[in-house]
C-alpha cells in the first residue's frame, strides 16, 4: 500500500514536473513573439528618428540669429532633435577635404550654414513633413528644405509589412499555445478523473473538488512563468554581450512588458484550462467516464 502510495506520488510529480517544462517552452515562444513586436516598434521608432531633414539657411544669416532659430525650432511638437552647421565648420570641412581653403579662391565663404532636422517618429512621413516643410518655409531665412522622400516612403512601407507579419504571427502563436497548454492540462486532469467523480459520490461541491486543480495551475503557470523569463532574459544577455547597440532598442520597459505578458498569460491560460477541464469531468456520468 505504501508503495503505492508512493509510485502514485511520483507519478503525479513527473506529471507536474513535464507540464511545467512543456508550458514554459509555450511561454518562451509566446515571449518571443511579444519581445519582438515591442523590438520592431522601438526599430522603427529609431529609425524614422534618424531621418534628417536639412534646412538651407540664407548666406546673410549670423550665428545668433541661428542659435535663435534652433531655440524657436526645439519648441515645435514634431521636433525630436536638431543640430546646427554654422558656415564656418562646413568652409572648414570643405578646406579639410578638398586640401585648400576655398575662400582664399573667391574672397568670402562661399558655404552657407544648415540645421539638421530629426522629426518625432510619429511625424517622420512623407504627409506630415509635406505642411512640416511648407510651415518652416514661412521663414524668410529658410532658403530650401530636403529630405529623403524615396528613402521615408521604402522605410514606412517595410515597417509596416513587418508589423503586420508580426502581428498575425503573434495571433496566430496565442491561439496555438493555448491549444498546446490547454491539451497538457486536460491530460493532467484526465489522470485523476476517477478521483474527481469519488469526490463527487461523497458529496463535495464543485468548487471544493476544483479548488487543488486551481491552486496546483497557479503553481504551475508561476513556475513556468519563471523558467519562460529566465530563457527570455538569457537571450536578450546574449544578445547585449555580442553588441551592446542593441540596448537602443532593447529598453528596460521591452523587456517588463514581455516578462509581465508571460506571467500574466502563463497564470491565465493554466487558470482557464484548469477550470475548463474540471467542468467538463465533473459534468460527466460514470457510465461518460469509463467510455473514454
Not at 500500500?1 to 508550458?23: F, N, P
Not at 523590438?39 to 528618428?49: D, M, R
Not at 511625424?123 to 528644405?145: F, H, P
Not at 513556468?224 to 527570455?232: D, G, K, N, P, R
Amino acid at each position: 500500500m505504501v508503495k503505492k502510495k508512493e509510485k502514485t506520488r511520483r507519478r503525479g510529480g513527473l506529471q507536474v514536473v513535464t507540464l511545467c517544462i512543456s508550458t514554459a517552452m509555450v511561454l518562451i515562444l509566446l515571449g518571443m513573439v511579444v519581445f519582438s513586436v515591442l523590438t520592431a516598434h522601438n526599430l522603427s521608432n529609431y529609425v524614422k528618428e534618424n531621418l534628417t531633414v536639412t534646412l538651407m539657411l540664407a548666406e546673410d544669416m549670423t550665428n545668433p540669429e541661428a542659435q535663435k532659430l534652433c531655440a524657436d525650432l526645439k519648441k515645435r511638437h514634431y521636433v525630436y532633435g536638431l543640430t546646427y552647421i554654422s558656415k564656418e565648420e562646413v568652409l572648414k570641412e570643405q578646406a579639410k577635404e578638398l586640401g585648400a581653403d576655398p575662400s582664399e579662391f573667391v574672397g568670402t565663404n562661399p558655404f552657407v550654414g544648415s540645421v539638421e532636422l530629426q522629426l518625432k517618429a510619429d511625424y517622420a512621413n512623407n504627409d506630415s513633413l509635406k505642411w512640416i516643410a511648407k510651415e518652416l518655409k514661412k521663414n524668410a531665412q529658410v532658403t530650401e528644405i530636403t529630405y529623403p522622400q524615396m528613402l521615408i516612403d521604402s522605410v514606412n512601407k517595410n515597417l509596416r509589412k513587418i508589423n503586420i507579419v508580426l502581428l498575425i504571427l503573434a495571433v496566430l502563436l496565442a491561439i496555438v499555445s493555448f491549444s498546446l497548454i490547454n491539451n497538457s492540462i486536460r491530460l493532467s486532469v484526465y489522470a485523476r478523473r476517477f478521483t474527481i467523480r469519488t469526490m463527487k459520490l461523497v458529496g463535495a461541491s464543485w468548487g471544493f473538488i476544483r479548488r487543488p486543480f486551481l491552486k496546483r495551475s497557479i503553481v504551475i503557470g508561476l513556475v513556468a512563468s519563471l523558467i519562460a523569463c529566465a530563457v527570455l532574459g538569457g537571450g536578450i544577455y546574449m544578445l547585449w554581450y555580442y553588441e551592446h547597440e542593441v540596448l537602443t532598442v532593447i529598453t528596460w520597459q521591452v523587456m517588463l512588458i514581455t516578462a509581465a505578458s508571460v506571467f500574466i498569460f502563463g497564470l491565465l491560460i493554466t487558470l482557464l484550462c484548469s477550470y475548463v477541464s474540471v467542468n467538463k469531468f465533473l459534468r460527466m456520468t460514470a457510465g461518460e467516464l469509463y467510455k473514454i
